[in-house]
């Protein structure tokens, strides 16, 4: 329910901002006036991103053919510290940052 | 030569690798250095982490930028959404004295600081403010006149726009497409957002506002998109795609090209439209450049 709450409220505030235009207010009103479960579907994405991040260091994961490409390419090889980001995942559930 | 922190962004690794080898090759002839910071994760995403789980947002963020830090350089991604997270977490922190003593003590645990000590700065504002239009139109070997786009500019762009363009009206993509050779059109949707963000909760919705935003462009005379976004272009470039498939609901449409702001200044500078990647893309170019001479 609590983030229930917030996700609304984020959604207000997107709504409020001038520079965000028409659409996006609009489809942010569109999900504010219902009772759909819109909001299950968004939250079950942001968890899904957020798993992602905590395995692989990225939300979108790298495949083999794109790192073989960066290869060709001659980039630096990206290397994820996931033992850091698993430990502030952890410690995120327990803590709070809010203002 | 000035150096900056790199900071590719998962969505150009993961989808755009041509995308950071531009950024580097072209900041590289402009006299740049960029370094990778080592360990670095996910920005983390601006639109539903924070809404998720602010706490996480801050503290992976400011981890992030904790490593920029202990390099003691400035950092620079070529996504505006990486940006947008790293300024919000930024300027809050250096803010707001109490959520960064909270955000310390989380990475107090894994042994790093957040301290506030340096910026990140997009592509797009290095190349419009430090390098400038003219420097780069300098670097100009073959114009690129007979492409007319219509800018996106996209959502996250206008986190830091605000810091050195015109919100309402802004001329930092303007002026750097007239500084090799387009024509840009202005056209009544331009700020209208990709809407990436909400495919998994409205995909019609989010297919429906593309077209009307696609046919914008058309109306107004655009024969490609310029944007710096590469979730945005991921959504422009793939949903005109999808938009053809389902032909029965919008009727036939001819997509537009969709183009980085660094693959056409790459073109410019004389490198070929496969050095800058463009066969990764979903909707052709290659009917479009050759009419203007490019190969």
Not at chain 1, 85 to 93: G, H, N
Request: charged share 25%.
């Amino acid at each position: 329910m609590h983030q229930r709450k917030k996700f609304f409220k984020a959604l207000r505030n997107l709504k409020s901002d001038e520079i965000r235009t028409k659409p996006i207010s609009s489809f942010f009103s569109s999900i504010l006036d219902s009772e759909n479960l819109m909001f299950n579907e968004f939250v079950v994405y942001s968890r899904e991103l957020f798993n992602n991040i905590i395995d692989f260091g990225v939300t979108v994961p790298i495949p083999s053919y794109q790192i073989k490409k960066r290869e060709r390419l001659g980039l630096q090889p990206l290397n994820f510290d996931n033992k850091e980001i698993r430990k502030l995942a952890e410690l995120t559930k327990l803590g709070s940052v809010d203002q | 030569m000035k150096e900056y922190a790199f900071f590719p962004g998962c969505a150009i690794a993961s989808r755009y690798p041509f995308y950071e080898f531009l950024v580097t090759k072209i900041l590289n002839s402009f006299g740049y250095s960029l370094k990778y910071p080592e360990s670095v994760t996910c920005c983390p995403e601006p639109v539903s982490m924070p809404i998720l789980n602010e706490a996480a947002w801050y503290a992976i963020g400011a981890r992030n930028l904790a490593i920029a830090e202990q390099m003691g350089l400035d950092l620079l991604s070529g996504c505006p959404g990486c940006i947008n997270t790293f300024l919000r977490i930024n300027n809050t922190l250096c803010s707001d004295e109490f959520l960064k003593g909270n955000v310390n003590n989380l990475l107090k645990q894994i042994d790093r600081k957040f301290e506030g000590t340096i910026k990140a700065w997009s592509l797009l504002r290095v190349l419009f403010e430090e390098i400038g239009p003219t420097t780069i139109s300098e670097k100009v070997s073959r114009p690129l006149h007979g492409l007319k786009a219509a800018i996106h500019y996209g959502c996250h762009s206008f986190e830091e726009l605000g810091e050195y363009d015109d919100l309402e009206n802004p001329q930092s993509l303007y002026e750097l497409s007239k500084a090799i050779g387009i024509d840009v059109v202005s056209y009544p949707s331009e700020k209208v957002c990709c809407l990436s963000f909400a495919n998994p909760i409205d995909r019609d919705y989010v297919l429906d506002i593309l077209y009307e935003k696609i046919q914008d462009m058309k109306k107004s005379g655009a024969n490609c998109i310029l944007l710096m976004c590469p979730t945005c272009h991921w959504q422009i470039d793939m949903g005109q795609i999808v938009i053809e498939i389902e032909e029965e609901k919008y009727g036939e449409l001819e997509p537009l090209p969709v183009f980085f702001y660094p693959q056409l200044l790459g073109i410019a500078m004389g490198m070929s439209s496969s050095d800058v990647g463009l066969q990764d893309h979903e909707v052709e170019s290659t009917d479009l450049l050759e009419s203007i001479g490019i190969s």
